[in-house]
């Protein structure tokens, strides 16, 4: 069974920034993608970004584009969501996650158990 421990969440000022870290259990995924989601209370689970694990496709929320950068690290079988110019709207549990290159949550059968980031105004 696979693993994926998230790392790196906390509480920033808007405009601050964040970096995430989503390490796997085991040298799996060579292919695939890997992917962050988030959740706010009260609301649904919705897409962030993800990376095609071959070619290093991303694909990026709207609300997010040009502020956060997905990437990852092959040797290490991990992947980063570096978060930038942070809003108060962004505040959620971030999960990585990991299965086929989406934006649909019913495509990644891996998941993390999520960390908290929390942006004050």
């Known amino acids: 069974q696979v693993q994926l421990v998230e790392s790196g969440g906390g509480s920033v000022q808007a405009g601050g920034s964040l970096r995430l870290s989503c390490a796997a259990s085991?040298?799996?995924?060579?292919?695939?993608?890997k992917a962050w989601f988030r959740q706010a209370p009260g609301k649904e689970r919705e897409f962030v970004a993800t990376i095609d694990w071959g070619g290093g496709t991303t694909l990026y929320a709207d609300s997010v584009k040009g502020r956060f950068a997905i990437s990852g690290d092959n040797a290490k079988n991990t992947v980063y969501l570096q978060m930038n110019n942070l809003k108060p709207e962004d505040t959620a549990v971030y999960y990585c996650?990991?299965?086929?290159?989406?934006?649909?949550?019913?495509?990644?059968?891996?998941w993390g158990q999520g960390t908290q980031v929390t942006v004050s105004s």
């Open positions: 996650a990991a299965g086929l290159h989406s934006r649909t949550t019913n495509d990644y059968p891996y």
């Open positions: 085991r040298r799996t995924f060579s292919s695939g993608a």
